[in-house]
């Protein structure tokens, strides 16, 4: 069965970059989406179609995908940006989302 | 904007049936072409997608809770609900619903609501 791939944990100096992947055979065929989750409250749509911010959601967040790799990069990283992220695919029949990786800014 | 709400029971008896309903606010549910999501969260783990209900009235669901999962739309109340059947200590989770577009990327969520499975 597909799966993806998330370390489980990133850490990243305050106003450095950090680098979120998410690892999946071929998913560079497909569209990966991104989420950001807070403790105790809901995700949030942050990276969509690879590459593509919903209104809102800071320039700070970037994606890219290619490969067996998809990647959410967070610029001038935010004490704010601790969260976790979850990236997701879905082929219309089944969504799947990656195991999560929780970012930690120093 | 559109907003969603879960509502239902807290607490959920072993071998019982786990009902919630997600109401739609803000815009209407037939619309649009989405595809109305339930997502579910173990505690201290990682996002599980349980199914979707797209306005067609098409349904597809996680293959490892298939047997047990069933979701449907109330168009009159603007609502959308799940059902899983004979549930668990595992079924105890924060479930989440969610808008899905035609990409599948979930752009509106519910709270959440914690159901806890116990006699």
């Known amino acids: 069965s597909y799966e993806l791939t998330q370390p489980l944990s990133v850490s990243v100096a305050l106003g450095q970059t950090a680098t979120i992947t998410c690892g999946g055979d071929?998913?560079?065929?497909?569209?990966v989406h991104w989420y950001q989750q807070k403790p105790g409250q809901a995700p949030v749509l942050v990276i969509f179609r690879d590459s593509n911010r919903p209104s809102g959601i800071p320039e700070r967040f970037s994606g890219s995908n290619s490969g067996n790799t998809a990647t959410l990069t967070i610029s001038r990283a935010q004490a704010g940006d601790e969260a976790g992220y979850y990236c997701q695919v879905w082929d219309s029949t089944y969504v799947l989302f990656g195991g999560g990786t929780k970012l930690t800014v120093l | 904007q559109v907003q969603l709400q879960e509502s239902g029971p807290g607490l959920v008896k072993p071998s019982q049936t786990l009902s919630l309903t997600c109401t739609v606010s803000g815009g209407s549910i037939s619309s649009g072409g989405y595809y109305w999501s339930w997502i579910r969260q173990h505690p201290g783990k990682g996002l599980e997608w349980i199914g979707y209900i797209h306005n067609s009235g098409t349904t597809y669901y996680n293959p490892s809770l298939k047997s047990r999962v069933t979701m449907s739309v109330d168009a009159s109340k603007n609502q959308f609900s799940l059902k899983l059947s004979s549930v668990t200590a595992a079924d105890t989770a924060v479930y989440y619903c969610?808008?899905?577009?035609?990409?599948?990327?979930?752009?509106?969520w519910g709270q959440g609501t914690t159901v806890t499975v116990s006699s």
């Open positions: 969610a808008r899905a577009n035609y990409e599948g990327a979930m752009d509106v």
């Open positions: 071929n998913i560079g065929g497909e569209n």
